[in-house]
């Protein structure tokens, strides 16, 4: 088992930034491919980033938030980050951090899931 625990959540205005971490504790190596999922109200979940193990990691965005978010990961500290720059109204989600043994994926079909963050970006 896997237990996520994200942090870093929060209430910023339009064109502000936050940092969002997830850290993994328990059978980590089954952490091996990590990601950021979010969900705003009514709508379903949806892929933000994600990121392979490794020392030279491969990473992936959504279009809507490539050039803005940045995903990494601290391997020594089992923990994943989401920087996001250049916040938007429509960033407004709760999001959430996965992870799983197998390959890195944009689908959500990682095992193991944190409970969540609440980013609200005002206008």
């Known amino acids: 088992q896997v237990q996520l625990v994200e942090t870093g959540g929060g209430l910023v205005q339009a064109g502000g930034s936050l940092r969002l971490s997830c850290a993994a504790s328990?059978?980590?190596?089954?952490?091996?491919?990590m990601a950021w999922f979010r969900q705003a109200a009514v709508k379903e979940r949806e892929f933000v980033a994600a990121i392979s193990w490794g020392s030279n990691p491969i990473r992936y965005y959504s279009e809507s938030v490539k050039g803005r978010f940045t995903i990494s990961r601290d391997n020594a500290k089992n923990t994943v980050y989401l920087q996001m720059n250049s916040l938007e109204p429509e960033d407004t989600a709760v999001y959430y951090c996965a992870a799983g043994r197998g390959a890195v994926s944009t689908s959500p079909d990682y095992p193991y899931w944190g409970q969540g963050t609440q980013v609200t970006v005002s206008s």
């Open positions: 328990g059978h980590t190596s089954s952490s091996n491919a």
